[in-house]
């Protein structure tokens, strides 16, 4: 069985990374990823898709990224459900990032090779 999604887009605001009560580092992205076809007025659509980034991953997005900057991410997809009132049930998605290579700067069109892993 294989979980894996990549995505390739530019971050949409500077990391928000937070200390949980645990310890741990926790941050959150948003990606903007322009589809790769387009739409019925001739254009390309962009999904902005949110990413979470724990531990290590985190601390360094926080040194390197910032809004503007173009990544690759690794990740899986984590489904959650929650039971709501009246019988109803809310099924979630997440997207975890398990991998971020840096592509470029928020102003440069420069390739980077500089990579970061939270397999450490």
Not at 12 to 40: C, S, W, Y
Request: net charge negative; hydrophobic share 40%; glycine share 4%.
């Amino acid at each position: 069985m294989l979980n894996q999604l990549i995505l390739v887009g530019r971050l949409t605001h500077d990391p928000e990374t937070k200390i949980l009560d645990d310890g741990r580092k926790v941050a959150d992205i948003t990606l903007a990823v322009q589809r790769t076809f387009k739409n019925m007025e001739g254009t390309y659509d962009t999904d902005f898709i949110k990413v979470t980034v724990w531990e290590g991953l985190a601390t360094a997005i926080e040194s390197y990224c910032a809004k503007g900057v173009l990544v690759a991410v690794k990740a899986r997809i984590q489904s959650w459900k929650y039971d709501l009132s009246d019988d109803r049930k809310l099924n979630m998605l997440e997207v975890i990032a398990e991998r971020i290579s840096y592509l470029s700067s928020p102003n440069k069109g420069e390739f980077k090779t500089s990579e970061e892993s939270s397999e450490k």
